[in-house]
């Protein structure tokens, strides 16, 4: 590269971990967490700048800032991964900050002097939207699965027949060099061998927010069960004493690429300063919400602060894009939450150390449906 020496060092997935010169210098740290890549450390740790990552939920980075909070890049693509280039008039599109960071696709970091992408068993191109070699996980007997050193012989037969039946149900893996079986878009390739789509993602999500929405479902049939009391309170109360009837609803967000069920009114959703509320998959709104002073202080439509004025959504929507995006955020925490830390959740030591107001769980999701 410009007569430049760079050496790469992958971890054993095959996760770029470091780029170094050819002193064996740090370029390039990548702070990594089982999530994905935080941060960029350029230089050597502890006099390198740090770049902060913003990557969307397949690992492709969108979105780079400094220390400081101001945005130094942005990145778009192809559906095939290929670099767009640079917006007019946009600050940091096209992502140049000072010629070292560089578009990451779907975890995959853009080689520019060659134009390819590294996903680990293969060079992959995003101008023929092919990878440049045949994929080794063939069905055949030549499966590089099979024909493993470790694998014993006689038990090659019984893998054969496993790997082939599988093979014969996907025509479109039997091309060797496609990328994705020719979906980009729904599909995610984690190394160059397989892929799998955004319905397996969706569930893994789901899955890993279970806990909190089970208690959310929890609590929505002691809403149903409290509406044998309502009746009873209402009877002796002769007609004096009531609250919301529980009410059902379905909430999904392009978005936020997020979904959920939604439960209005009950005993949960007929306080009018409580606008809504998320356990995982599930929020409760009150049911009167959209004609709160809350609700219509705001101008119709919303231009949310996180897209900076490219994503409108109707005032009637807000609060659902509101609670959508604590969706987002059970998805990335899981069970810790609400549980799993010490004493509480992330959730309740964010709202205890910062306060409700200004703590990051609310401050995100405002950005994402208020202006």
Request: with cysteine; net charge negative.
């Given at each position: 590269m410009d007569g430049r020496v760079e050496r790469y060092l992958y971890g054993e997935s095959d996760e770029l971990l470091a780029v170094t010169d050819g002193a064996g210098q740090p370029l390039r740290l990548l702070v990594r967490t089982p999530f994905g890549v935080l941060a960029e450390v350029h230089g050597a740790i502890g006099e390198g700048e740090i770049i902060f990552r913003h990557d969307d939920e397949r690992g492709t980075t969108r979105l780079a800032t400094n220390s400081a909070g101001a945005i130094v890049a942005r990145f778009d693509y192809d559906p095939f991964g290929h670099p767009l280039p640079s917006i007019p008039g946009v600050q940091g599109s096209g992502g140049v900050v000072g010629g070292a960071l560089t578009p990451c696709f779907t975890g995959r970091h853009w080689v520019g002097a060659i134009g390819l992408y590294y996903f680990?068993?293969?060079?992959?191109?995003?101008?023929?939207?092919?990878?440049?070699?045949?994929?080794?996980?063939?069905?055949?007997?030549?499966?590089?699965?099979?024909?493993?050193?470790?694998?014993l012989a006689s038990k090659q037969s019984s893998?054969?027949?496993?790997?082939?039946?599988?093979?014969?149900?996907?025509p479109r893996v039997?091309?060797?060099?496609?990328?994705?079986?020719?979906?980009?878009?729904?599909?995610?390739?984690?190394?160059?061998?397989?892929?799998?789509?955004?319905?397996?993602?969706?569930?893994?999500?789901?899955?890993?927010?279970?806990?909190?929405?089970?208690?959310?479902?929890?609590?929505?049939?002691?809403?149903?069960?409290?509406?044998?009391?309502r009746w009873l309170v209402w009877l002796f109360s002769f007609g004096n004493v009531s609250w919301e009837t529980p009410g059902f609803d379905a909430a999904a967000s392009g978005n936020l690429d997020a979904f959920a069920l939604v439960f209005s009114g009950g005993w949960l959703g007929s306080f009018s300063n409580l606008l809504g509320i998320t356990f995982g998959n599930v929020f409760f709104v009150y049911k009167e919400w959209r004609t709160s002073s809350h609700i219509m202080s705001m101008?119709?439509?919303?231009?949310?602060?996180?897209?900076?004025g490219a994503v409108s959504i109707p005032r009637e929507q807000m609060l659902y894009e509101?609670?959508?995006?604590?969706?987002?955020?059970?998805?990335?925490?899981?069970?810790?939450?609400?549980?799993?830390?010490?004493?509480f959740g992330f959730y309740e030591w964010d709202v205890i150390i910062n306060g409700y107001k200004d703590a990051w769980t609310e401050r995100d999701a405002r950005a994402h449906a208020e202006p």
């Open positions: 680990g068993a293969r060079w992959y191109d995003p101008n023929l939207a092919r990878f440049l070699t045949p994929d080794s996980y063939t069905g055949m007997p030549d499966d590089s699965r099979i024909l493993n050193p470790l694998r893998v054969r027949g496993q790997i082939l039946h599988e093979w014969l149900k996907q039997r091309n060797p060099y496609a990328f994705c079986n020719n979906d980009p878009v729904g599909r995610i390739d984690p190394n160059g061998h397989w892929s799998f789509g955004g319905v397996l993602l969706m569930l893994l999500g789901a899955i890993w927010t279970l806990p909190n929405t089970l208690f959310g479902i929890l609590i929505e049939i002691t809403c149903l069960v409290g509406e044998v009391i101008p119709d439509p919303i231009f949310p602060e996180a897209y900076n509101h609670e959508l995006r604590h969706t987002n955020q059970y998805g990335w925490l899981g069970p810790f939450f609400h549980l799993g830390l010490p004493i």
